[in-house]
């Protein structure tokens, strides 16, 4: 009777043990989303000097763009970035020739032909709570030769399949370690502060 009793003890913990359930759940499956960032995007520096205000406009980009994150439906906290948008000096106009030649001289297009905007991170996924929302990134800026990382605040609009991303924030030459160009032998002086803004049209490819 007893070695009955021990053999069905014996079975009962056996039992136990193999039927536990998991504690630890299987991992969570990550997902590369890509945005195609179209052609159609701009990017704008806003400027002034002692005599008036100017605009520049960046004409295309020098590649075709994609910006990538690892996302699932967990992730949580700061999302890394994978992308950059790749824009050529020389195809900046600031709609004065005068303007538009000490501009791109300024920003040494000759030595670093490319306005480099590096996407780093975002503070967490979009929500899209009524195809909208506002979140802050961070981007590492290289021009003329000098990179810089800066938050930037962007506005986010869904429509349908496009992703509408705005962003602007205020810099300075300094910023980059440039000199302020001044025109007609200092008549012309611009100003050390200058705006930035873009706007890109992306499209999610995966």
């Known amino acids: 009777m007893l070695y009955l009793i021990l053999i069905n003890l014996f079975v009962t913990i056996a039992t ?23 052609k159609t995007s701009t990017l704008r520096i ?12 960046a004409l295309g980009y020098a590649a075709s763009d994609t910006i990538s994150f690892m996302a699932s439906q967990h992730s949580a906290g700061r999302i890394p970035l994978n992308g950059y948008l790749k824009i050529e000096i020389n195809t900046i106009n600031c709609h004065n020739f005068i303007i538009t030649r000490n501009f791109r001289t300024t920003l040494k297009a000759n030595e670093h032909p490319y306005l480099i905007v590096k996407f780093l ?58 000199i302020p160009p001044k025109i007609l032998g200092g008549l012309v002086k611009i100003y050390n502060k200058f705006n930035v803004e873009f706007n890109l049209k992306i499209i999610q490819t995966i």
């Open 16 to 38: 136990s043990f193999s039927g536990s359930p998991n504690v630890n759940p299987p991992p969570e499956k990550n997902t590369v989303i890509k945005w195609a960032v179209e």
């Open 46 to 57: 806003l400027g002034s000097s002692n005599l008036h205000d100017f605009q520049c406009d």
């Open 121 to 178: 991170s975002l503070e967490r996924l979009p929500l899209f709570t009524n195809n909208k929302d506002n979140l802050v990134g961070i981007v590492e800026i290289e021009l003329g030769g000098v990179s810089k990382k800066f938050e930037i605040p962007y506005k986010i609009q869904k429509n349908g399949q496009v992703v509408l991303l705005n962003g602007q924030r205020n810099f300075t030459f300094s910023d980059f370690e440039i």
